[in-house]
């Protein structure tokens, strides 16, 4: 069953962090002038009713992670729900085909625990990690195949994605100011992020990826069963989760001051 049949070169297309817009009220009140201004344009051009809808979703869009209040009162990876939605410059913004995902109540527990070590207690996850995001990808092929008694394209083209996005994504959204230091150690020009890092820093991701792939052009239908596929993929790691995560941070500390929220 080819789920990403036509995502391998969209998720290959990064989304900088300058075509995110932060959440705001005149954001806010900007796009939706911009989507009546569409809509207006859209019925004059064609003379179609308003009925027609999109065939597809190229903005950003909200951060719809479900996080407890604990979650968000201690400002775990840009996990504070979103209400509405922001666009790109050219106001090319739609929110009907947003991935949401619910992260399960264990790892969002270990998504506190993960800024408490970095922010609170100054200390880093010890580099290189076992597993690595690579291994535990490679884990869960290997867990779906059995579980499915083949291997897919599909599932193949998800892990693929992922990798992808995890790789791009680290430097930029997914550390901690007090990790920088510790990722320009440890990985090089020729050295992947998910060869070096593990479930902690692949966790992170999970709670970003709603606004990056916002961008990506997905059929509903499609949409849907990649959402699916990533909850799957989250319960994987919940059930694994005192394999592939550290119950405490005991590498080198991190570097004191400021820094408690992730650089964008």
Same mark, same amino acid.
């Given at each position: 069953?080819?789920?990403?049949?036509?995502?391998?070169? =969209?998720?290959? !297309?990064?989304?900088?962090?300058?075509?995110?817009?932060?959440?705001? !009220?005149? =954001?806010?009140?900007? %796009?939706?002038?911009? $989507?009546?201004?569409? *809509?207006?344009?859209? =019925?004059?051009?064609?003379?179609?009713?308003? %009925?027609?809808?999109?065939?597809?979703?190229? *903005?950003?869009?909200?951060?719809?992670?479900?996080?407890?209040?604990? $979650?968000?009162?201690?400002?775990?990876?840009?996990?504070?729900?979103?209400?509405?939605?922001?666009?790109?410059?050219?106001? =090319?913004?739609?929110?009907?085909?947003?991935?949401?995902?619910?992260?399960?109540?264990?790892?969002?527990?270990?998504?506190?625990?993960?800024?408490?070590?970095?922010?609170?207690?100054?200390?880093?996850?010890?580099?290189?990690?076992?597993?690595?995001? $690579?291994?535990?990808?490679?884990?869960?092929?290997?867990?779906?195949?059995?579980?499915?008694?083949?291997?897919?394209?599909?599932? *193949?083209?998800?892990?693929?994605?992922?990798?992808?996005?995890?790789?791009?994504?680290?430097?930029?959204?997914?550390?901690?100011?007090?990790?920088?230091?510790?990722?320009?150690?440890?990985?090089?020009?020729?050295?992947?992020?998910?060869? &070096?890092?593990?479930?902690?820093?692949?966790?992170?991701?999970?709670?970003?990826?709603?606004?990056?792939?916002?961008? &990506?052009?997905?059929?509903?239908?499609?949409?849907?069963?990649?959402?699916?596929?990533?909850?799957?993929?989250?319960?994987?790691?919940?059930?694994? %989760?005192?394999?592939?995560?550290?119950?405490?941070?005991?590498?080198?500390?991190?570097?004191? *001051?400021?820094?408690?929220?992730? !650089?964008?």
């Amino acid at each position: 069953m080819e789920i990403l049949c036509s995502l391998p070169c =969209n998720w290959d !297309e990064w989304v900088g962090t300058d075509r995110l817009m932060k959440h705001t !009220e005149d =954001n806010v009140l900007k %796009q939706q002038a911009l $989507d009546k201004k569409q *809509g207006m344009e859209k =019925n004059t051009k064609s003379g179609r009713s308003a %009925q027609a809808k999109p065939k597809s979703s190229a *903005g950003v869009s909200s951060l719809d992670v479900k996080l407890d209040k604990e $979650d968000t009162k201690s400002n775990v990876p840009k996990g504070k729900k979103r209400k509405a939605d922001s666009g790109t410059e050219k106001g =090319n913004v739609s929110a009907e085909k947003l991935v949401k995902i619910q992260i399960p109540s264990t790892l969002k527990k270990q998504l506190v625990d993960d800024w408490e070590f970095i922010t609170q207690q100054n200390k880093l996850v010890k580099l290189p990690r076992s597993p690595t995001v $690579d291994d535990i990808l490679t884990k869960y092929l290997e867990y779906r195949s059995k579980k499915d008694g083949m291997m897919t394209d599909s599932v *193949g083209e998800i892990l693929n994605g992922i990798r992808c996005y995890f790789d791009k994504a680290l430097p930029v959204i997914l550390l901690y100011k007090k990790e920088r230091q510790q990722y320009h150690e440890a990985v090089s020009d020729n050295v992947s992020p998910s060869s &070096v890092y593990g479930a902690e820093h692949l966790l992170r991701l999970f709670v970003k990826l709603p606004e990056l792939l916002a961008y &990506v052009k997905i059929e509903e239908e499609t949409l849907i069963r990649l959402q699916q596929k990533l909850l799957d993929f989250l319960k994987f790691l919940q059930k694994n %989760q005192g394999t592939f995560f550290l119950s405490a941070y005991d590498g080198p500390k991190a570097p004191e *001051g400021s820094g408690k929220d992730k !650089e964008s």
